[in-house]
Nanobody
Framework: QVQLVESGGGLVQAGGPLRLSCVAS????????SGWYRRAPGKQRELVAT???????TYADSVKGRFTISSDYGKNKVYLRMNSLKPEDTAVYYC?????WGAGSQTYWGQGTQVTVSS
């Protein structure tokens, strides 16, 4: 079992930065991939960025060049640095962790942190 807790959300003006943090506890050594997802009002949850235990990263096209995902597995933390925020980035942001591989994999979610970008 892995427990995830996000922090760092809030209200920010368009163009401003914000950094989200996610701390994991429990069976953290089994995490092979972490990520950030978001759900905007009236929309489905979507991928924002992922990072593997080997530090390979992926990003949604909408955030490439503006957001940076990083991890400090020694501290069981994953971060999302968000720059040049836009009103359309407003959403609840969720931390995600995946353990295991293939059919044996399990996915865990945090409770979410609200990010609101004002125009």
């Amino acid at each position: 079992q892995v427990q995830l807790v996000e922090s760092g959300g809030g209200l920010v003006q368009a163009g401003g930065p914000l950094r989200l943090s996610c701390v994991a506890s429990g069976s953290t050594l089994s995490i092979n991939r972490s990520g950030w997802y978001r759900r905007a009002p009236g929309k489905q949850r979507e991928l924002v960025a992922t990072i593997t235990s080997g530090a390979s990263t992926t990003y949604a096209d909408s955030v490439k060049g503006r957001f940076t995902i990083s991890s400090d597995y020694g501290k069981n933390k994953v971060y999302l640095r968000m720059n040049s925020l836009k009103p359309e980035d407003t959403a609840v942001y969720y931390c995600n962790a995946v353990t295991g591989w293939g059919a044996g994999s399990q996915t865990y979610w945090g409770q979410g942190t609200q990010v609101t970008v004002s125009s």
